[in-house]
Structure formats: C-alpha cells, structure tokens
C-alpha cells in the first residue's frame, strides 16, 4: 500500500490537530477495514478456505469491504445481512448492491435470528450450508485483524502525543494500542451506547494508553440527528475532509467540542485516524431523505 495523506488542520487553542487519511486507501475496501481484512484474508488464503463468511447490517461498511477484499484476494464471500426485509428484490441499497457486484453471495436472517449470531448452533448451520469458509465476527474484530491495525501507525507517527480513532468493536483501537509508544495516549471515541467495551479491548491489548470517550454517540449507533450532519458538511466545505456520521463524524465533533469547551486535557500534538467507511453515505442520505432531513454533501 502507497503512504497515506495526512491533513493538517489550522491550530486551535494551541492544539494542533492532523488527520491521517486512511480514507484514502488505494482499494475499495478502504478505511480501517483494509488492515482488519489483511491477515485474515491471509489465513483464509492459507487455510485454503473458499472464502470469508461474515455478518453484517445492510449498510455495513464491514459487509462492504469484505465483499471487496476476497475478490481482490480471489476468495468467494459470503455477508450475513441482518433483516431479512432485504432479500425483496425490489428493496435496494448502495452498500448491498455493492457486496452483489463484488461477488459476494448475500444471506438474509430475520432480526430475531441474527441476534443470535454469535451463538455455536447458529454458526454449525451456516457452517454446514458454507463448507470451507471462514467465520468472521461483525464488524471483523478478532486477534488478526487487531494484529493487522497494529500496522496503522508507522514510525513517522510517533511524534504525536495523541492519537484519536473511532470504536465500533474496539479491534482498531486495540491494534493502535498495541502499535503505539508508551508516551502516546489514545482516545477512542465511542459510536454506539455499550458501558462493556473496555472489557471487549482489554484482552486484545497488553498496553494501558487508551480510554473511550462515550460523550458523543449522539444517542446511539447509526442516528443521525441534524447537528451533526450540519457538522460534517460544514466540516468538509472548510477542510475538504469528507466525514461520514456514524463514526468519523462523532468523533470530529467531540475533539472540536472538548477543545472548545476548555475540556480537553490531552496533549497538543492530535493525531486522528480517519478510519474511511464513506461507501455509507450513500445509504444515510436515501434514509434521510425518507425522513426530510438535510443530507450530506
Ligand atoms: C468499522 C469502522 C470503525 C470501527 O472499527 P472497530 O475496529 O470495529 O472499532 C470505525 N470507523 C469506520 C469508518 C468504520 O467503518
């Protein structure tokens, strides 16, 4: 993979924020789901499996890159789609039209049903009806794809005293920790309502330099209230930076907004991992439309 851009942004209060642009990966499966699909891809690859099995919403940018990946990878995929409305042919998504077009064969569960993903007697039947596949958790997070963000920061990025990164599942965080110096402080700002994570990251980590910010989840994964889709479009015609609002653009808000708010006690050198996942936006602005609220830009 070629270097990644980095976007300074003009200091406030002192603090100097920069953006590391891993939405500007060279694939299509890009973002911080290029480094959680590497060594899984290569497992599969080694394992001489089919190919990856793995779960995900109908806007998932995990289903997305995924279904990219193994095709790049010459491995066949297979998404888990929670809600089984999606399976009407008539009912069509950008990010589910994607997966299709890459390949990927589409497997739709009930919500009731995909609640019970990560339970062994589910697994045994879509185990049985994929042989040879392999299973990835939602959202990808396991030992490889945290061995695999481990790789994010680079020695050129050891100069910053802050390192900030969105949390889904927690493995890019953990792989960050785990890539860090012991002088660097992470935060990871948190995208959904869950008091558990730091349970979740704890055993994919040995180091101590990382908390999680729950302060700005805006109410819960995937909602999208004005504020900060006026936030993200701000954002982007002032620093041409596109953002997206279920993880980029919560965490953009919340540094913005502890630093205005004289709460912010990290340190003055802010490096902030643009962790990708813009395929979604597409999707979010069909559902805000339905709803008639301003999309983004
Ligand atoms: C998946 C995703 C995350 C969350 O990554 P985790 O490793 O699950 O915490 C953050 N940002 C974007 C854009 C994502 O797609």
Redesign the pocket.
Known sequence: MRSLPYNSLPSIDGIQLTIKRGDCINTEGS???YW?LKYNLQQAMDEKALGLLTFGGAFS??LAATAAACARSGLQSVGVVRGEEWADPQKKNPTLEFCKQKGMQLHFLSRSTYRNKNSTELQKTLQQQYPNFMLLPE?G?NALAVKGCAEVLTAADHKYDTICV????????AGLATGSTEHQQLLGFMSLRYTGMAERITPYTTTSNWQLIHDYTFGGYAKTPEALIAFINNFKKKFKIPL?PL??GKMLFGIFDLIKTGQWRWGKNVLIIH???LQGIAGINQRLAKKGQPLLL
């Not at 969105?166 to 965080?173: I, Q, R, S, Y």
């Open positions: 973002g911080n789901k959680k940018n995990h959202g997070t969105a949390v889904g599942t927690g493995g890019t965080l997206e993880y980029t962790t990708g996942g």
